[in-house]
Nanobody
């Protein structure tokens, strides 16, 4: 298990922006993958975006609005969320997979081994 701590959630009006951060304790390695998922009550955990090396993957619902990136110096995974919609409101989770993800499997939560505690995003109409 890799300790992960998310931050940056909060309330924003529709059309606004938020940036989520996920700090990874200890070292990260080039063969690790990292991602963001979100989950609403009663629903399955949904893949939002993932990153492996120079490859990034996004759910269709957030393409063009969200950007995932990594600050290697600070061991931090970022999720820039722009043009937020009411349907984006939920709890977002940072996650790590200690091996590469691909376009075929990045959105499967069972592939990931460590999860943060979650940070809530609330979007006002």
């Amino acid at each position: 298990q890799v300790p992960l701590v998310e931050s940056g959630g909060g309330s924003v009006q529709a059309g606004g922006s938020l940036r989520l951060s996920c700090e990874v304790a200890g070292y990260t390695y080039s063969w690790w993958s990292m991602g963001w998922f979100r989950q609403s009550p009663g629903k399955a955990r949904e893949g939002v975006a993932a990153l492996y090396g120079f490859s990034t993957y996004y759910a269709d619902s957030v393409k063009g609005r969200f950007t995932v990136s990594q600050d290697n110096f600070k061991n931090t995974l970022l999720l820039q969320m722009d043009s937020l919609k009411p349907e984006d409101l939920t709890v977002y989770y940072c996650t790590v997979k200690t091996s590469p993800v691909t376009g075929a499997n990045w959105w499967h939560p069972e592939n990931y081994t460590s999860w943060g505690q979650g940070t809530r995003v609330t979007v006002s109409p």
